[in-house]
């Protein structure tokens, strides 16, 4: 655990469980944690409510929510939501649809298009613009839409000023052109949409990623000793991994 904490605070933290590593870094100026993922090899899933239909709002309760012999090892809030924690678009988990695809402009950051949606199959993962998933309703196992996109076939998203001043902390998801790599990030400083939208295009090199959310952007990562704690949440995204994988 020593060790642990020591790498994290060092940004070199690492796991191999589930072809994963989870790391921190710095960016023109700013700090960064992410979680990689190889699509195939990981078990990749969303959860908004527990068998009784109640909403966990916490990766403590995702975590106690899973069978004996699995473990949360890493999670993330997944998606903007309304007040009693309902997702705001596109919403499927375990092929089950609980939100239709939202593919008007409204206000806020979700309404500011093009917004997106992460589809997550068992062998691939996809970031899609919304309007271009209501055309071609592609299945996916888990979905979940936000908004805006960071980043749209290599491009930032129109809208983003680079000296823009709305500094906030902010998470997101990317994914690459095989749909076999997916990386979660969240901000450790503030930062303003075109410097997190670099992020992904620039130094991770993925083509297409989507805003999660902002001040309410939360990480579990065991491996760099994070289990961040606040209001519950809506949705969330996280990787289940066996306990015996993790030394447990």
């Not at 060092?10 to 992410?34: E, Q």
């Not at 903007?80 to 939100?99: A, S, W």
């Not at 902390?169 to 749909?179: I, P, S």
Request: glycine fraction near 10%; charge should be negative.
């Amino acid at each position: 655990m020593i060790k642990s904490a020591l790498l994290a605070f060092l940004g070199f933290a690492a796991v191999t469980a589930a072809n994963a590593s989870c790391r921190s870094f710095d960016f023109d100026g700013a700090r960064f944690s992410a979680c990689e993922y190889s699509v195939p090899d990981a078990d990749l899933r969303l959860w908004l409510r527990n068998d009784e239909g109640e909403v966990l709002g916490s990766f403590t309760r995702v975590e106690d929510s899973l069978p004996a012999g699995q473990t949360l090892g890493f999670a993330m809030n997944a998606g903007m939501f309304h007040e009693d924690r309902r997702p705001v678009g596109l919403y499927i988990e375990n092929g089950d649809q609980e939100m239709r695809v939202i593919t008007s402009e409204g206000p806020g950051n979700f309404g500011l298009l093009p917004n997106g949606v992460l589809c997550v199959n068992d062998d691939s993962a996809e970031v899609i613009e919304s309007r271009l998933y209501a055309q071609t309703l592609p299945d996916c196992r888990f979905a979940t839409q936000s908004g805006p996109m960071l980043v749209i076939d290599g491009a930032l998203h129109p809208r983003f000023l680079e000296g823009s001043a709305s500094l906030n902390f902010r998470n997101g998801v990317g994914v690459d052109e095989t749909g076999s790599r997916l990386v979660a990030v969240i901000s450790d400083d503030a930062v303003n949409f075109h410097h997190f939208a670099r992020v992904f295009r620039d130094h991770l090199q993925l083509p297409n990623a989507l805003f999660l959310d902002g001040r309410v952007s939360r990480l579990y990562a065991p491996e760099l000793g994070r289990s961040d704690f606040g209001f519950p949440m809506g949705p969330i995204l996280g990787v289940v991994v066996d306990e015996d994988a993790t030394g447990g």
